[in-house]
């Protein structure tokens, strides 16, 4: 099975600016979670989709906003960038009702903000 | 609320020998399940192991292997014949088994593994 799938790679903006992730998660996963990971902070908990419904959301601003489309795919848009957005967005898919939810995670974004 | 604690900021090994990585969290739930994830150099967070709470084997994979102390609350991750390959920050995580969330999963903040050759 592939796993999961993250674009873009890399990305720069500069401030201001918006961006677009795009999350593809396993075959079979329904389950979509989105982490943002800095140095200072570790990995900080953003979103989490199931079935095209938002399940939860971290403590992150309004300018921090996601989806999830039938085919269980999924994106995440950041609005007015900041510089403090600089940092690599993780992407995890789940099978919900698997003995464990294990999450696989993708390889990640690496956003870089100017 | 649940907490995961990685006492060790860095560790190394020499290539061919065993190093332990430790984790203690916190709970007052009795269903839960705690994961060891590797992030090497690529980024890419990467299952090492797994274990469920409520069984009392602890897991291994290959080389890996961990010590699951229920009642002290630790999780520590034994990896023997280290490999150049091993070298990476190691992540222990901890998920609630009551509501299965994302929201409610834990990482500590990681524990960098050098390999010696």
């Known amino acids: 099975k592939a796993g999961v799938t993250q674009t873009p790679r890399y990305l720069i903006k500069t401030r201001g600016q918006q961006v677009t992730l795009s999350c593809s998660p396993i075959?079979?996963?329904?389950?979509v979670s989105w982490y943002q990971q800095t140095p200072g902070q570790g990995l900080q908990f953003l979103f989490e989709?199931?079935?095209?419904?938002?399940?939860n959301k971290g403590n992150f601003p309004g300018r921090f906003s996601g989806r999830q489309f039938s085919n269980s795919r999924s994106e995440m848009n950041v609005s007015t960038l900041e510089l403090g957005d600089s940092a690599l967005y993780l992407c995890a898919s789940s099978f919900p009702g698997a003995s464990t939810d294990t999450q696989y995670f993708g390889p990640g974004t690496r956003l870089t903000v100017l | 609320a649940q907490t995961v604690t990685q006492s060790q900021p860095e560790m190394s090994v020499q290539e061919a020998e065993t190093v332990t990585l430790s984790c203690t969290y916190d709970?007052?739930?009795?269903?839960?399940?705690l994961f060891w994830y590797k992030q090497p150099p690529s980024r890419q967070m990467i299952l090492v192991i797994r274990?469920?709470?409520?069984?009392?084997q602890n897991a291994t994979e290959n080389r890996f292997s961990v010590n699951f102390q229920k009642a002290a609350k630790s999780f520590s991750l034994k990896i023997s014949d280290s490999q150049l390959g091993d070298a990476a920050m190691y992540f222990c995580a901890y998920r609630s088994g009551l509501t299965r969330s994302a929201h409610d999963m834990r990482f500590g903040a990681g524990t960098r593994l050098t390999v010696k050759p």
């Open positions: 274990q469920e709470a409520y069984k009392q």
């Open positions: 989709y199931f079935s095209e419904t938002q399940r």
């Open positions: 075959s079979g996963h329904r389950s």
């Open positions: 709970t007052s739930e009795s269903d839960y399940y």
